[in-house]
């Protein structure tokens, strides 16, 4: 699996995860010092941690369509750079509105990550190990979002919140340097052992045009698909953006105490993410049925995260709302890279990146969604409790979605020219 200049790849990308949910994570754990240093509202900062996804939703599909058109080497690369600039220059921020158009821009810079790594994995693994591939390339965003806690927690008490994203800077721009000179979009030669893919996947002869775009695009699968992205994504930006804040003001923890106890979930799901895989290529090797083995995984995982969720919001001690959250995102992130295996496993290797990229923004509008929605609630109820039951609720409605309406695509050329041929 790591042969051929492979595991330089997997190392590379796990790494890119790590700086990405640094990055990420590192706003919401500065967020009480910088609600308190710009004087913001529960609904302002709602708005603040929904405007990174306004740029970031846009530029999943973008950056999905440039990796399939130009290799996902350069996008990510320049991804990486553009990001981690815009990350040290929320260090310059000095109001709202500054801060908003900042996080625009980051998110921008972030959106071609999941569909570039997704591209990146397809190009280099064959089927029998792309589920295992993309858990550990992917699983760095956990172990990201763990480490931010205390480190942006320790530097933002110590030397101030903004010498916190001077660093990711740094970080991020040498990141850099090793992937554009380690790596190449794809290996030189490329195993042919994936007859079982183009089996199941129906694909047109070698050298023939590619299904339209547009018709994945409107594809049932593809769509329900992202309902279930949706859902999920909206549990982890619920959990990314307002929990250190719902820690603090709902639980009475002090920043340090704060750091220390999201790093828990983010550990657990570190852990759900890397078995993930493991556990979808198992079944897979059992089954030779690529879309049960995701979809099981899928529904029952993202079901379990929804009662998790669910009950988190209701509990009265601190101890089960973060024993009960690190269940949700265990869960959660078991379900991780179901959604781009089974847009890998239906949709034919020249679109993977483009269609996987439009999945990502559609699932993606929770994170413009989410957090408003959430600051909305807490400013009008008061507290938290109907925010962790709304999520909850998404989750149900994702896993039923699965359940029913996911299906293999059967490529839209060979669908013709069967019915060509019975004709």
């Given at each position: 699996?790591?042969s051929?200049g492979?595991?330089i790849?997997?190392?590379?990308?796990?790494?890119?995860g790590?700086?990405?949910?640094?990055d990420?994570?590192?706003?919401?754990?500065?967020?009480?010092?910088?609600?308190?240093?710009?004087?913001?509202?529960?609904a302002?900062?709602?708005?603040?941690?929904s405007?990174?996804?306004?740029?970031?939703?846009?530029?999943?599909?973008i950056?999905?369509?440039?990796?399939?058109?130009?290799?996902?080497?350069?996008?990510?690369?320049?991804?990486m750079?553009?990001?981690?600039?815009f990350?040290?220059?929320?260090?310059?921020?000095f109001?709202?509105?500054?801060?908003?158009i900042?996080?625009?821009?980051?998110?921008?810079?972030?959106?071609p990550?999941?569909s570039?790594?997704?591209?990146?994995?397809?190009?280099?693994?064959?089927?029998?190990?792309?589920a295992?591939?993309?858990?550990i390339?992917?699983?760095?965003?956990?172990?990201?979002?763990?480490?931010?806690g205390?480190?942006?927690?320790?530097?933002?008490?110590t030397w101030?919140?903004?010498?916190?994203?001077?660093?990711?800077?740094?970080?991020?721009?040498?990141?850099?340097a090793?992937?554009?000179?380690?790596?190449?979009d794809a290996?030189?030669?490329?195993e042919d052992d994936?007859?079982?893919?183009?089996?199941?996947?129906?694909?047109?002869p070698?050298?023939?045009?590619?299904t339209?775009?547009?018709?994945?695009?409107?594809?049932?699968?593809?769509?329900?698909?992202s309902?279930?992205?949706?859902?999920?994504?909206y549990?982890?930006?619920?959990?990314?953006?307002?929990?250190?804040?719902?820690?603090?003001?709902?639980r009475?923890?002090?920043i340090?105490?704060?750091s220390?106890?999201?790093m828990i979930?983010?550990?657990v799901?570190f852990?759900?993410?890397?078995?993930?895989?493991?556990?979808?290529?198992?079944l897979?090797?059992?089954?030779?049925?690529?879309?049960?083995?995701?979809?099981?995984v899928?529904?029952t995982?993202?079901?379990?995260?929804?009662v998790?969720i669910?009950?988190?919001?209701?509990?009265?001690?601190?101890a089960?709302a973060?024993s009960?959250m690190?269940?949700?995102?265990f869960?959660l992130?078991?379900?991780?890279i179901?959604y781009?295996?089974?847009?890998q496993?239906t949709?034919?290797?020249e679109?993977?990146?483009?269609?996987?990229?439009?999945m990502?923004?559609?699932?993606?509008?929770?994170?413009?969604?989410?957090?408003t929605?959430t600051?909305m609630?807490?400013?009008t109820?008061g507290?938290?409790?109907?925010?962790f039951i709304?999520?909850?609720?998404?989750a149900?409605?994702g896993?039923?979605?699965?359940?029913f309406f996911v299906?293999?695509?059967?490529?839209?050329?060979?669908?013709?020219a069967?019915?060509?041929?019975?004709?």
């Amino acid at each position: 699996m790591l042969s051929k200049g492979r595991g330089i790849v997997l190392v590379l990308l796990f790494l890119a995860g790590v700086i990405n949910y640094l990055d990420r994570s590192a706003f919401s754990v500065a967020a009480p010092f910088i609600q308190k240093n710009f004087q913001l509202n529960a609904a302002q900062m709602g708005l603040l941690f929904s405007s990174f996804f306004i740029g970031y939703a846009l530029f999943n599909f973008i950056g999905g369509f440039l990796s399939d058109k130009f290799g996902p080497k350069k996008v990510l690369g320049y991804s990486m750079t553009f990001w981690s600039l815009f990350a040290g220059l929320t260090a310059a921020t000095f109001n709202f509105v500054s801060l908003f158009i900042a996080r625009v821009l980051f998110g921008m810079g972030e959106g071609p990550l999941s569909s570039s790594q997704s591209k990146m994995v397809n190009n280099w693994f064959p089927k029998k190990y792309r589920a295992r591939a993309l858990s550990i390339s992917m699983a760095g965003t956990s172990l990201g979002g763990a480490i931010s806690g205390p480190i942006v927690g320790i530097i933002a008490l110590t030397w101030g919140w903004k010498v916190s994203f001077v660093l990711i800077t740094i970080i991020g721009l040498i990141w850099t340097a090793f992937w554009l000179k380690c790596v190449k979009d794809a290996p030189k030669d490329v195993e042919d052992d994936e007859a079982d893919d183009e089996k199941e996947l129906q694909h047109a002869p070698a050298g023939k045009t590619k299904t339209p775009l547009s018709y994945y695009l409107k594809h049932p699968t593809v769509l329900f698909t992202s309902v279930a992205f949706f859902a999920y994504n909206y549990i982890l930006f619920f959990f990314l953006t307002w929990f250190p804040s719902y820690l603090i003001q709902a639980r009475g923890l002090d920043i340090k105490e704060m750091s220390f106890a999201t790093m828990i979930p983010w550990t657990v799901g570190f852990f759900g993410f890397a078995l993930g895989g493991f556990i979808i290529d198992f079944l897979y090797k059992k089954t030779r049925n690529a879309m049960f083995s995701r979809k099981v995984v899928l529904v029952t995982c993202l079901l379990g995260a929804a009662v998790s969720i669910g009950l988190a919001g209701l509990v009265n001690t601190t101890a089960a709302a973060v024993s009960l959250m690190a269940a949700a995102v265990f869960f959660l992130y078991l379900t991780a890279i179901t959604y781009w295996a089974i847009i890998q496993d239906t949709v034919e290797k020249e679109r993977v990146g483009s269609v996987g990229g439009f999945m990502h923004f559609l699932a993606n509008t929770s994170g413009i969604i989410g957090p408003t929605a959430t600051g909305m609630l807490v400013q009008t109820t008061g507290h938290f409790t109907s925010a962790f039951i709304l999520a909850g609720g998404l989750a149900v409605i994702g896993a039923l979605c699965v359940a029913f309406f996911v299906k293999p695509i059967k490529n839209k050329k060979v669908k013709l020219a069967t019915e060509r041929t019975i004709a």
